[in-house]
């Protein structure tokens, strides 16, 4: 575990894609994907968090455009993959974890690449390691913010748990829920109501609470900025795979992380971090031989000029492996 203190790099300018499309992956879904950078470089596949966040332009100032094939996908239902998860319609049965690492590996192939370096975090964390276990081969480094494995106890934790800092906040959010046991799966509930003011109100009510789980932090409220369609397929895919426990057996990201032994990674996170405690990032260092371990004594879980500065630090270092 490293603690040190470097001034932030600035961000790299901002570049558009040289390359976009729509990927059909089955099931009736089609993946938008970007590609910037270099043509020639070391491929980089960036993966957004939320789940159903959507990409971000900016994530990919992170890499040096000269260096690297930045490739970025928005994943199953948002962003500009279709069909959007805020339609009711749109069939989340086919949207799992295990799709999305398919999803994956299918765009690796359709851009003719061998092996990518993976860059990603909270969700995007739990992503890639779930794509790396069962694709070692595929990855030549990863390098994670805000580490999450989406643990059943992570979600009880962000959901339950630190509802004891902000118990006004997280009594609203239970009774957005209608005081059920199962808050989580209550939610998913609501944004499958046939209701749009139903639903819209259950995912305001969900972004009100994870902005309150974050307000320590003085970053605004990020998740209540998101409108419309955004917001609401956004809740839907995340209380869709926060009530399933990710699709993923208990802790096997944890437990299997022996499978990236050769893998160089670098993980950083916040000590401030409400949503996402640190013991998750530091259990996987210890599970993961050679992973390498960067807590930012002042950070949360959206970071900060440090955590910038250890994420941008780890994509200069490999650039030239």
Known sequence: MRTETTPAPARFPALDPYEEGLLDVGDGQRIHYAVSGNPAGKPALVVHGGPGSGSSPGARRLFDPEAYRIVQFDQRGCGRSLPHASDPAADLSVNTTAHLVADMERLRVHLGIDRWLLHGGSWGSTLILAYAQAHPERVTEIVLAAVTTTRRSETAWLYGGVGRFFPEAYERFLAGAGDAGDPVGAYAALLNHPDRAVRERAAADWCAWE?????????????????????????????????????????????????????????????????????????????????????????????????RTHVMSALARFAGS
């Open 211 to 307: 902005d309150a789980v974050l307000s320590v932090e003085g970053m605004g409220t990020p998740y209540t900025d998101r409108v419309d369609d955004a917001r609401l397929g956004f809740v839907r895919i995340c209380s869709h795979y926060f009530a399933h426990g990710a699709f993923l057996e208990e802790g096997v990201l944890i437990r299997e992380a022996h499978r990236l032994a050769g893998v160089p990674g670098v993980l950083v996170h916040g000590r401030l971090d409400m949503g996402g405690p640190l013991t998750t990032a530091w259990e996987l260092a210890r599970a993961w031989p050679g992973a390498e371990l960067h807590v930012v004594e002042d950070a949360g879980h959206l970071g900060g000029d440090l955590t």
